[in-house]
């Protein structure tokens, strides 16, 4: 099993570019999570999903669009990407009784 | 969702046995408290989880006193692999529940 993983691992983009981050599990959960990650900072969530074909918000999601069009994926949109969403984005999944999240390797990605 | 309180930084010394404290005084009935841990670039991974009273795993103990609105991390003689940012997190386990934030969590340094 591979796990959590995700693409790509670094980026950098200009404002106003767009982006799409994928996140990949192999072990059939049925809940995932986008979190962001800043400098000394703990993790905030992004947006979550309970199952294929439904999302929802969750702390931080303005800037940001979501889908979960398989079971497997869940995919992060930057439709305008601004400075201030240079962070680290991590994925993570769970399965529904669990209260374990397994988190992939993260994305580090920089607007300039 | 509980609230959780824990302290910003702690150093120890090799070979000594560290206790992170957590406060969640808020906590719901049907909450789960759950231990994380975050080196650096790296997503977090979970440590232990558990409900009430005293929890053990290979790595480390998890202690809940009767009124649940604490939980103590206890990591028995660290080494300097354990240098990372311990994070604490309250919330429930059934379907739609979800963690809403890790917060800054607590940064060991353990000294040589």
């Known amino acids: 099993n591979a796990g959590v993983t995700q693409t790509p691992k670094f980026r950098v983009l200009k404002t106003g570019q767009s982006m799409t981050l994928l996140c990949a599990q192999d072990?059939?959960?049925?809940?995932m999570y986008w979190y962001r990650q800043d400098p000394g900072m703990g993790l905030r969530l992004i947006h979550y999903?309970?199952?294929?074909?439904?999302?929802a918000k969750g702390e931080v999601p303005d800037g940001y669009n979501v889908s979960r069009l398989k079971k497997q994926n869940f995919l992060l949109g930057l439709e305008s990407a601004a400075p201030s969403q240079t962070s680290v984005y991590f994925c993570?999944?769970?399965?529904?009784?669990?209260?374990?999240?397994?988190f992939g390797p993260g994305t580090r990605l920089t607007v300039t | 969702l509980a609230k959780t309180t824990q302290p910003i930084s702690m150093d120890s010394y090799e070979g000594q046995e560290v206790n992170i404290t957590c406060s969640h005084n808020?906590?719901?009935?049907?909450?789960?408290i759950t231990w994380y841990q975050q080196f650096p670039s790296q997503g977090p991974r979970f440590i232990i989880q558990?409900?009430?009273t005293k929890v053990t795993n290979e790595v480390a103990s998890l202690f809940i006193p009767a009124d649940r609105k604490s939980s103590t991390l206890s990591l028995p003689r660290v080494s300097l692999s354990d240098t990372a940012v311990y994070y604490c997190?309250?919330?429930?386990?059934?379907?739609?529940?979800?963690?809403?934030?890790f917060g800054k969590g607590t940064k060991l340094s353990v000294i040589p």
């Open positions: 993570a999944s769970r399965t529904r009784g669990g209260g374990e999240q397994y």
């Open positions: 072990m059939n959960h049925e809940y």
């Open positions: 999903s309970v199952g294929e074909g439904t999302t």
């Open positions: 808020n906590i719901a009935t049907n909450d789960y």
């Open positions: 558990g409900y009430k």
């Open positions: 997190l309250v919330g429930g386990k059934g379907a739609g529940s979800y963690q809403l934030t």
